[in-house]
C-alpha cells in the first residue's frame, strides 16, 4: 500500500471550513483514497474514499488532484465535535474491503 | 456499514495472565482485523482473522502471544497472553465490507 504523508496538526474555527492535505505521491492505478477520523477514546469511524473523482457524502468531501498524487478532506462547516485525528490511507480494493495500514494522521482541533 | 461491538470495553489484568477479547458484527463480513493502538500512537494491525484457518499476522506479532479464533463469519477473539505492562494498549478489532472498512470501539487493556 502507498505511503502518505499529512501534517501533524491543523485548527480551524467553529463554522468554517477545514481542509485537510494528504500527499500520497506513490499511489497506483488501482488504489483507492480512504478517509477515516478517530474521536477520543473512539474506534475510527469511516469518513469517505474516492479513486480519482471528487466525491460528496453527508459528512465531507473529498478533492483527488488530477495526477492522483494528492487529495484534500473538506469538512463545509467544522463543529466542535469535529475535533478529532484524521486519518489518510491509500490501499487497493476489491468487492471485500482488504487491511488499512493507518500513518501518524492529522490532530484537527476546532476552536471556538 | 457495520455495527461491531467488543467485550470486555475495559479491563485491569496482572502481569503474566491472559486476556481474551470478543469481537461481534452485525451480520456477516468476510475481512476481520485486530489493531492494536499503544498509548499516543496511531493504530497498528496485528493480524488478519480467518474464518476457518489461522490468522495471518504482521511482522512482529506473533500467535503463541496473540492467538486469535475466528469460528464464523460474525464473531472472532483476540487472547493476549502472558501480559506484561508493555502490552497496555486499545485492541480494535475492525471488518471489511465491501469496499470499506469498519472499527469497533476497543478494548482498553491496562497492565499492572
Known amino acids: 500500500d502507498a505511503k502518505t504523508t499529512q501534517p501533524p496538526s491543523m485548527d480551524c474555527a467553529e463554522g468554517r471550513a477545514a481542509n485537510l492535505p494528504c500527499n500520497h505521491s506513490t499511489i497506483s492505478g488501482n488504489e483507492y483514497v480512504y478517509w477515516y477520523r478517530q474521536i477520543h477514546s473512539q474506534g475510527p469511524q469511516y469518513i469517505i474514499h474516492g479513486l480519482k473523482n471528487n466525491e460528496t457524502n453527508e459528512m465531507a468531501s473529498l478533492i483527488i488532484t488530477e495526477d492522483r498524487k494528492s487529495s484534500t478532506l473538506i469538512l463545509p462547516h467544522a463543529t466542535l465535535r469535529d475535533t478529532a485525528v484524521y486519518y489518510c490511507?491509500?490501499?487497493?480494493?476489491?468487492?471485500?474491503?482488504?487491511?488499512?495500514?493507518f500513518g501518524d494522521g492529522t490532530t484537527l482541533t476546532v476552536k471556538p | 456499514s457495520a455495527v461491531i461491538s467488543q467485550k470486555p470495553s475495559r479491563d485491569i489484568c496482572q502481569r503474566g495472565t491472559s486476556l481474551t477479547i470478543q469481537c461481534q458484527v452485525d451480520?456477516?463480513?468476510?475481512?476481520m482485523f485486530w489493531y492494536r493502538q499503544q498509548p499516543g500512537q496511531s493504530l497498528t494491525l496485528i493480524a488478519t482473522a480467518n474464518q476457518g484457518s489461522e490468522a495471518t499476522y504482521e511482522s512482529g506479532f506473533v500467535i503463541d502471544k496473540f492467538p486469535i479464533s475466528r469460528p464464523n463469519l460474525t464473531f472472532s477473539t483476540l487472547t493476549v497472553s502472558n501480559m506484561s505492562p508493555e502490552d497496555s494498549s486499545i485492541y480494535l478489532c475492525s471488518a471489511g465490507r465491501r469496499e470499506t472498512q469498519y472499527f469497533g470501539p476497543g478494548t482498553r487493556l491496562l497492565v499492572l
Open positions: 490511507i491509500v490501499r487497493g480494493t476489491n468487492t471485500n474491503a482488504g487491511k488499512s495500514t
Open positions: 451480520s456477516q463480513v468476510t475481512m
